[in-house]
């Protein structure tokens, strides 16, 4: 079965370089594909120091548009999906979000952070079905395109229709990992303005998918 990672990355220049390094480590990986969301730092010319395939948007398009780019440009049965904004990824916390789609038939696994930070524990820990942390088979994909998705609601978008289609998705425990924040990147107003839209997005596709699932 071949895996491809997937990594959605819009001006994450600080953090992609690791992130990169440790998937690259992993010969299991056929293709490592970053998916440079209207980019305007050295985040593209970070990813290309790594054996990575590169797809440069020209203005930023939404997360959402970024990761559905690198899926129709790779033929992979399992899609690996990574944010570019990590920290603390190891070998261990990509096997262990692999291994059920592999080895127990498992359609979509969701990393949950466990003892990185506070603050981004808790939020995972109210909220899971928002982890950009991924491994899905690649059926999952082609099934999402009758939903609607808009920016970052496809994490949304892929936990509600999993559940609608009964497929079979397991949580698992990303011990010793977080993320950098909105607000720590942009500043907390900014940051709280992105951090709004992503949940008015969410909001948008949980209406979208359950209004055309009760017209069906």
Known sequence: MLISAIIPAYNEEKTIGNVL???????FIDEIIVVS???CDRTVSIAKRYNVRIIELS???G???AVLKGVSSTKADIILM????????TREHVISLIEPIINDNVDMTIGIFKKGRGVTDFAQKIAPFL????????EVFDKLKKHRVKDYGIEMALTLMAQEEN???KSVYL???THVMKEEKHGFLHGFLLRLKMYLDIIFIFLAIKLKLEVL
């Open 63 to 65: 997360k959402s548009n």
């Open 175 to 177: 011990k010793d990992m």
């Open 37 to 39: 969301d209207g980019s």
């Open 21 to 27: 390094s440790t998937l690259s480590s992993m010969d």
């Open 59 to 61: 203005s930023n398009q």
């Open 131 to 138: 982890s950009g942390q991924r491994a899905i088979k690649r």
């Open 167 to 169: 497929m079979n998705v």
């Open 82 to 89: 990574l944010d570019a904004d990590l920290i603390g990824l």
